[in-house]
């Protein structure tokens, strides 16, 4: 994974998780992330200021990949295990009337997908 896509994407994942607890797996892989970046910054980088300045986690993150190939690869890991949580996650249903739902990542069929006709 490149570096600096590789920084980008945890410091996305690390305020996601700052900014709401979601629950279920998608929080347990956000938790790993913001978990694994405290214990490797902590005493150097507060990952609460993020929030105003996420630029600056970003260049340490890619600094800290830069000198120790270890982290860079264990990143990646937490980082793709993310990434996969939440694009395998994203399934919605917002209707009042009529059906509108959007399933990703679905093998079967969802019912009402094909409406051929309606009744009143």
Avoid: C, H, W
Wanted: hydrophobic share 40%; proline share 2%.
């Amino acid at each position: 994974m490149d570096l600096s896509f590789l920084a980008v994407q945890a410091v996305n994942a690390t305020l996601y998780m700052l900014d709401k607890g979601t629950g279920g797996a998608l929080e347990k892989a956000g938790v790993d992330v913001v978990e694994f970046l405290k214990a490797r910054f902590r005493g150097r980088l507060n990952l609460e200021k993020a929030r105003e300045e996420p630029k600056l986690l970003e260049a340490a993150i890619v600094s800290e990949a830069q000198q120790d190939a270890k982290f860079q690869e264990d990143l990646e890991k937490l980082i793709t295990q993310f990434q996969q949580v939440q694009n395998s996650s994203n399934v919605s249903q917002s209707t009042q009337s009529g059906v509108n739902v959007n399933v990703s990542s679905n093998p079967g069929t969802v019912i009402g997908q094909k409406i051929d006709q309606f009744f009143r």
